[in-house]
């Protein structure tokens, strides 16, 4: 899962949201430098990504890119479910989007003093570009595919995925609305509470 999906599962808990957001930039021994709290929002990071990463349906999602983006295939499914999670919001949260994601710059902002240095750096970018809320809109989700296509070490063609997404964008959308609540249940289980969360059917 993408930025947003890890900050919605984080729950009411500021340490833990921060430990989910800066998970994929803290390596080996840093973790070391964080308190108790921002390490169980690190791990809850890592058992979302292992749960996901292994789960079938997602690979029904990953299976239909991969002959086309292959490693990135997993990267590209990410961003697709974060688009349809901030698409129909309203389905999953009691609160807006737009309140929801103005409270979460909030906290990594009041925290940035602890962020390690390349969350540091990509923070600024997110929230000016408010890449939370415009993960909804197709344009933007294009631009923002631009911009990892020219940060890949290699071609990766990502650039051309939304034309993807939208070739096929039902049986995408099925699978996320199938897949997510099988990971709310799963972020549940860890003990995490949800009390923006609207019952999902």
Do not use: C
């Not at 939370?132 to 650039?159: C, W």
């Not at 997510?180 to 923006?196: K, R, T």
């Amino acid at each position: 899962m993408n930025f947003l999906a890890h900050i919605y599962l984080s729950g009411e808990n500021e340490d833990i949201l921060l430990g989910n957001f800066i998970a994929d930039m803290v390596k080996g021994r840093q973790i070391d430098n964080f308190h108790q709290g921002i390490v169980d929002g690190i791990m809850l990071h890592r058992k979302i990504d292992t749960f996901t990463d292994t789960h079938p349906i997602v690979d029904q999602s990953k299976m239909r890119l991969r002959n086309k983006y292959r490693l990135y295939a997993g990267v590209v499914v990410d961003m697709y479910y974060d688009h349809y999670l901030a698409r129909y919001w309203n389905e999953y949260s009691r609160y807006a989007l737009t309140r929801f994601v103005k409270e979460a710059y909030n906290i990594l902002l009041k925290n940035y003093f602890l962020l390690p240095v390349r969350a540091k750096n990509v923070l600024p970018y997110m929230v000016s570009s408010n890449w939370l809320v415009n993960y909804a809109d197709l344009d933007h989700m294009e631009k923002y595919f631009i911009g990892m296509s020219q940060r890949t070490p290699f071609k990766s063609g990502i650039e051309n995925a939304v034309e993807d997404l939208k070739l096929n964008y039902e049986a995408f959308e099925d699978e996320f609305r199938t897949f997510f609540p099988e990971l709310l249940a799963y972020v549940e289980m860890q003990g995490i509470s949800h009390l923006h969360h609207k019952k999902i059917r």
